[in-house]
């Protein structure tokens, strides 16, 4: 049979005190004396054995129940009380301390977690974009000014829907997603991302929607009148001496008689404009091989191979190939191959005219490679546009080389980066690769140097 812990300590105490009991009454009833004395000592022991005894289970009783409501108050909420210790330092004292501090804390935490909730549900309602969440049941348990604007519905009205009857259940399958779509509060391309969180232990899902619309057309403005400067000014350039050039074989034509050196101005005219048509024209078909950029055939190889085949090239000076790691990487090797050319021609025309020295090397990590090409020319001149299309500062270059080069390495999830040597003459060019799981197949060889 089990006791409340009050009723124990009570028994505790009386089989504590028993003996003693015993011991009394035994010296009461066999000493001498008067018969009515045994009878009221042994009924005065008796009940401040009992009392004793319930006293000292009112001691302990008391002060845990005080703890008890301390501890009820605090889990309905209620910071305010606090526990008075009767004596400092003793451990009933420590006990109510310590409670008295763990309700401090949980206070702090408690309104430290209203304001960042607060906070949250302000930003969540201020922010233009539709905010979503939907429970396990696939229903809608929170919506933002957004998400009213974009279904067109208040949030009392939206609440307690289903995904699938907003319209929103195929967004829920998919990670992060850009689409076309109308909504009833608007029609554009819209950024869809989904993620999940935990609620009270039952896993949610949260929707974001956002309007890619505006963004969108402002980058393809942006593109279209870099596009249409870039061609204005190349075509003002082949143009210009054109027309100028025209206009003179027309006067020269018109003159009657005809100077007798009429022949040798046409030729040269001509030659001019011949001159000037090829020059655009190789500026269209550079445009256009610019435009036309296939996407990466991706399949395995081996990276420092690559490179010292780009390197071994018949170029106007030596290039060093520092020795690396066996790397396999996942790419296409015509596209990869052209960086590289591209990229140790570039090094290769920086040290043209002070004799300097051209070094590739590549190091790797568990998740990327790096191919660095460094030279010691004069370095780079002007850093802001070296990946502006058709922007050169070459003779004769099409200033899509650098382009192309980046076009490359996004496309294979990688990137490129020029800049000038720290410390050093000349710079350096750093074309970054991120490295797929797979296994170095056994039978595709390194390729030939």
């Not at 000592?41 to 289970?57: D, F, K």
């Not at 935490?109 to 209203?114: H, K, N």
């Not at 034509?253 to 101005?265: K, N, Q, S």
Request: charged share 20%; proline share 6%.
């Amino acid at each position: 049979m089990k006791f409340a812990h009050e009723r124990r300590i009570q028994l505790i105490a009386l089989a504590g005190g028993l003996p003693a009991v015993l011991l009394s009454l035994w010296l009461i009833w066999f000493s001498p004396g008067p018969v009515e004395v045994p009878y009221a000592l042994t009924l005065l022991v008796t009940v401040a054995w009992i009392g004793a005894a319930q006293a000292v289970g009112s001691q302990v009783a008391t002060p845990l129940r005080t703890v008890a409501n301390l501890l009820e108050a605090m889990r309905a909420g209620d910071y305010s009380i606090r526990g008075r210790s009767p004596v400092n330092g003793d451990c009933l004292g420590e006990l109510i301390e310590q409670v008295n501090a763990m309700g401090d804390t949980l206070r702090a935490q408690r309104f430290g977690a209203i304001e960042a909730s607060a906070l949250l549900r302000k930003v969540i309602e201020e922010i233009s974009v539709a905010v979503f969440a939907f429970d396990a049941a696939g229903r809608l348990r929170l919506v933002n000014r957004g998400g009213e604007a974009l279904l067109a519905r208040p949030a009392h009205a939206l609440l307690g829907e289903t995904a699938a009857s907003l319209g929103l259940e195929d967004f829920l399958l998919t990670e992060v997603r850009t689409i076309s779509r109308v909504f009833p509060g608007g029609a554009g391309r819209w950024g869809v991302n989904r993620g999940t969180f935990r609620e009270g232990g039952l896993p949610h899902q949260l929707l974001v929607v956002a309007d890619l619309t505006r963004p969108l057309r402002e980058q393809e403005l942006q593109a279209w009148q870099s596009i249409v400067r870039v061609l204005g000014h190349e075509l003002n350039n082949s143009l210009a001496p054109i027309k100028s050039i025209a206009g003179s074989l027309g006067t020269l034509l018109d003159r009657d008689p005809l100077p007798e050196d009429w022949r040798d101005d046409a030729r040269h005219g001509l030659k001019i404009i011949e001159t000037r048509a090829a020059s655009l024209q190789r500026f269209l078909n550079a445009y256009a091989r610019l435009a036309r950029l296939p996407g990466p055939n991706f399949r395995p190889l081996e990276i420092g191979a690559l490179v010292r085949r780009a390197a071994a090239l018949d170029w106007q000076r030596p290039v060093a190939v520092q020795p690396g790691p066996v790397v396999y990487a996942e790419g296409d090797e015509d596209q990869l191959e052209q960086v590289f050319i591209n990229l140790i021609k570039n090094a290769v025309e920086a040290v043209q005219l002070n004799g300097g020295r051209v070094a590739v090397r590549w190091v790797s990590s568990s998740y990327q490679v790096e191919v660095l090409v460094v030279d010691d020319g004069p370095g780079l001149a002007d850093t802001a546009n070296l990946f502006v299309p058709f922007f050169t500062t070459k003779p004769g270059g099409s200033g899509i080389g650098l382009v192309l080069c980046r076009q490359i390495a996004e496309a294979h999830g990688g990137t490129l980066e020029l800049k000038t040597n720290s410390g050093a003459a000349g710079c350096t060019a750093r074309f970054v690769l991120p490295l797929r799981a797979h296994d170095p197949p056994p039978a595709a060889p390194a390729l030939p140097v």
